[in-house]
T-cell receptor, first 112, second 112 residues
């Protein structure tokens, strides 16, 4: 079984719709991250959480919100989706070694 | 994270050994060198990490010279399934966010 899972894997939605992307992990890590990846732009950090009560904005948090329901679960919401939020979204947990993170399989989101 | 420089792309054939070199001239004393692999539409995957000399695991070897200003990821006997983007990261993990910064990486194309 995968250590970091994401649902859904693919989603097509329309402008203005609210969307939730879910992430679960079985690695027992406290720190979790949401990134988006766009061609030519690399990975950009949306939100991160050090534990259930500690949630922080990343570099591109506008238009997004998150919820850390438990140590193992970290959800990303798009309150009102817009086309430039079309991207590949990754959830990750931070490992115990320096600069190690474990990524989920990604969610490909298309906003029409 | 220290700045790194890698070749943009490399080609190889099945069964060959592939060496990808990363330059990091301004590496700091506390920095570790970490390599990730990313397949299309999948999340980056941690491959190997080292501080000095040589590290080997079931996937790859990492060679780090004494001055630590560069490192070489060695993939033995590559197969078609090793076609991916390989990222070199250098840092001590001390940033407040723990965010990973992936550069352009090296796109490895393995041919039959």
């Amino acid at each position: 079984d995968a250590d970091v899972t994401q649902t859904p894997r693919n989603r097509i939605t329309k402008t203005g719709k609210r969307i939730m992307l879910e992430c679960s992990q079985t690695k027992g890590h406290d720190r979790m991250y949401w990134y988006r990846q766009d061609p030519g732009l690399g990975l950009r950090l949306i939100y991160y959480s050090f534990d259930v009560k500690d949630i922080n904005k990343g570099e591109i948090s506008d238009g997004y919100s998150v919820s850390r329901q438990a140590q193992a679960k970290f959800s990303l919401s798009l309150e009102s989706a817009i086309p430039n939020q079309t991207a590949l979204y990754f959830c990750a947990t931070r490992g115990r070694l320096v600069n190690t993170q474990y990524f989920g399989p990604g969610t490909r989101l298309t906003v029409l | 994270l220290a700045k790194t420089t890698q070749p943009i792309s490399m080609d190889s054939y099945e069964g060959q050994e592939v060496n990808i070199t990363c330059s990091h001239n301004n590496i700091a004393t506390n920095d570790y060198i970490t390599w990730y692999q990313q397949f299309p539409s999948q999340g980056p995957r941690f491959i190997i990490q080292g501080y000095k000399t040589k590290v080997t695991n079931e996937v790859a070897s990492l060679f780090i010279p004494a001055d630590r200003k560069s490192s070489t990821l060695s993939l033995p006997r590559v197969s078609l399934s090793d076609t991916a983007v390989y990222y070199c990261l250098v840092g001590d993990g001390s940033s407040n966010t723990g965010k990973l910064i992936f550069g352009q990486g090296t796109t490895l194309q393995v041919k039959p």
